[in-house]
């Protein structure tokens, strides 16, 4: 499984911005996408996860209202589109497979990992 993320810039707060995670190699059509970050000296942290056999998706509590994901199961994408950004958004934001399709937070579920992509969020 390769994962590819893109997306991530450097923004003003109050802005926003659209992560893509490219997806392929997957053994089943089922599984799921998740999406976590990794501010600077915090431990990682799960944002939201998408599954693909009925598209079904969980966000944190924390994200809800500014952060939503969204797939395009075809294309193998899963996208985040984050709004009204804040500095403590700033992070490395990974997205993270299972062959698995279960909208879990743990990250020992996630087999596959992209290599990230970083978000800075200015005041």
């Known amino acids: 499984v390769r994962l590819v993320e893109s997306g991530g810039d450097s923004v003003q707060a109050g802005g926003s911005l659209r992560l893509s995670c490219a997806a392929s190699?997957?053994?089943?059509?089922?599984?799921?996408i998740a999406w976590f970050r990794q501010g600077p000296g915090k431990e990682r942290e799960a944002l939201s996860v998408?599954?693909?056999?009925?598209?079904?998706?969980v966000t944190s509590d924390s994200m809800k209202g500014r952060f939503t994901i969204s797939g395009d199961i075809a294309q193998n994408t899963v996208y985040l589109q984050m709004n009204n950004l804040r500095p403590e958004d700033t992070a490395v934001y990974y997205c993270a497979a299972s062959d698995e399709p279960l909208l879990s937070f743990k990250e020992s579920e996630y087999t596959s990992w992209g290599q990230g992509t970083q978000v800075t969020v200015s005041s």
């Open positions: 998408l599954v693909t056999d009925d598209g079904d998706t």
């Open positions: 190699g997957f053994p089943s059509d089922d599984y799921a």
